[in-house]
């Protein structure tokens, strides 16, 4: 099959790829129907070394199950399932509390032995704890762009939310406005945060933001923003910080704005280890931080009837849709902030 | 009067102090019965740079009210009160919200222009709003050891439990075996924490954990102490952590024990400002960290009945009395980990 391998930094290609075939008897092979280039693509393609065999790209999907194995009880050939960006088993003690992120045979489509989603079909591994299976609709729906939010940045801008407990009434504060942050937005907003702040500096996408439910945006970086926050929220900073970027000054941009006994919700993937949490920082005010990898399988069925029923339309986020042999050219794209994210349509 | 001042590392004195007097109308001038020496008395004891002017040291105590400003409302002389380690005007809308210690116009006793607890009196601001009366006992009363307990220590681990949410059933492990380690102890007990598991390597102190409810006890360090706990809690960590010491060592050990999904919650004031919150330490297991200067202020009230009434004997902690003079020899004793904690009696 052709697939999507990554061998360095910017170093994208269309390759022969072997089909994916049944290995245990709790696997699944899906024949993909939609996949995407995520933000978190782009920090390998900053910084991966070069790497001969390549690396198989992509974990966001939704496809058609061809073939299960034997122990397969939930799922039949041609069923349209939704993909969560982490594999799990869903019987373990982390599954059934439903942090399916810390799944104890769980993993990540880009592990040794896996392969990633930008490609014409998967190996699934735990099918029935890991796919979900969209009902009542095939796979020319139009309704599949915004399924699709749900493999990863929907279900990630609602974890940011969740964790920060956003309720009715609040102020909150985005930070980013990727695909992510806009979808932290809309999430906030679906919780009732009634004041949405979304810091980010392009227009078109924090124009999407405002259709997603901001109220207010803010595109200074630095001091500078961080004063127009405190302004907008009477001086003391922002009860609920949602942090959707993972590099380091998007962290200290969120421990800035922060009211005190406030927290920050962290989802985007943190490209630095150390950082300041101590008395200036995070516990003189007793700040609370939170978030981690969203385990969106948590989430995919119960943000789905909004989407099936057209209540909300988050598949806003693409603004491109390629074929697979164009998804390099999507990499630099979405590099070079052409585009917000891009959709793979097989 | 006689107060006792830092003058650098490990140079305490008593010296003479200008008697303190109002300044303020909403002042209380307050005789000071009970005073005590901290656990973060120590750290300046460590690495305060020479200071020819010395500093005025102490922050917990309780005195017999014996001026006050035109503006108080809720005393009068002869009161028994406790007081914060934190003042705090009681009105602001941090303080409306119980957290004191983020008061706009409270601050600490050792603040230019303020004075220490470990002297014969002391002037203290916002009184309405920073002092609590204690009812129906005066300044003889033996119960005197465990309600200077609530002037921090005791308010503070109970920060720690309830920042941490500890609740009914909960498996919970303490980082310190200090008094406000011992006092997170009983907190977690009292909000009804099944297994306590104490780690701290002084026979003494932690045989008084036990007696405050710990379960377990985990004297061992590092790599050791950590396959300790995993293995009393069937390998995959504790639920919830409180870290009662501020040390960076302590904190690694938090986020080493802590199981995924599970909350971090600190009391220990940092010693350090960058730690490890990246994708190993907190953010991959979704490891909520939480905690800050406890607003001991809300809990007095709270805690004070189960004292008065003797269901709980905080007072444990301190096991020495002295009187002023020898408190320069009490900074010694509780440094060398020969007293745990020492109690001036005035």
């Avoid at 969209?134 to 729906?141: H, L």
């Avoid at 207010?216 to 004063?227: K, S, T, Y």
């Avoid at 948590?298 to 849709?321: C, H, S, W």
């Amino acid at each position: 099959m052709k697939a999507i391998y990554m061998f360095g930094a910017g170093d994208v290609r269309l390759v022969d790829a072997p089909d994916p075939i049944l290995k245990d008897r709790t696997d699944a092979v899906v024949r993909i129907v939609r996949a995407c280039v995520c933000g978190s693509d782009l920090h390998p393609y900053h910084g991966m070394p070069s790497t001969p065999g390549g690396v198989s790209m992509g974990h966001e999907f939704i496809g058609v199950v061809e073939e299960i194995g034997s122990d397969v009880r939930t799922l039949v050939p041609g069923d349209l399932v939704i993909s969560p960006f982490a594999f799990s088993d869903g019987t373990c003690e982390f599954c059934r509390e439903g942090l399916y992120t810390s799944c104890i045979h769980g993993g990540f489509w880009d592990m040794p032995g896996m392969g990633g989603a930008q490609a014409e079909g998967i190996r699934v591994p735990f099918a029935d704890g890991t796919l979900v299976k969209v009902p009542g609709i095939d796979e020319t729906s139009p309704l599949l762009t915004s399924l699709l939010t749900l493999s990863d940045v929907y279900g990630t801008g609602w974890h940011a939310a969740t964790r920060a407990g956003v309720t009715a009434g609040d102020t909150v504060a985005v930070i980013g406005d990727g695909a992510v942050g806009l979808m932290a937005v809309l999430s906030a907003r679906q919780l009732g945060a009634e004041r949405i702040i979304l810091m980010g500096r392009h227009r078109a996408r924090t124009d999407l933001g405002r259709k997603f439910g901001a109220t207010d945006v803010v595109a200074e970086r630095g001091d500078e923003g961080i004063e127009k926050v405190r302004e907008l929220t009477g001086g003391h900073g922002v009860r609920k910080v949602l942090e959707a970027v993972g590099h380091l000054p998007a962290y200290e941009q969120a421990y800035r704005i922060v009211r005190p006994g406030g927290v920050i919700s962290r989802v985007g993937v943190p490209q630095y280890e150390d950082a300041p949490i101590g008395f200036g920082s995070l516990f003189g005010g007793n700040i609370t931080l939170t978030g981690g990898p969203a385990p969106v399988r948590a989430y995919i069925e119960q943000l789905m009837p909004a989407i099936l029923d057209g209540t909300v339309n988050p598949g806003k986020v693409f603004d491109r849709t390629v074929t697979l042999d164009a998804v390099p050219e999507a990499y630099r794209a979405m590099d070079d902030r052409e585009a917000l994210k891009v959709m793979i349509a097989l």
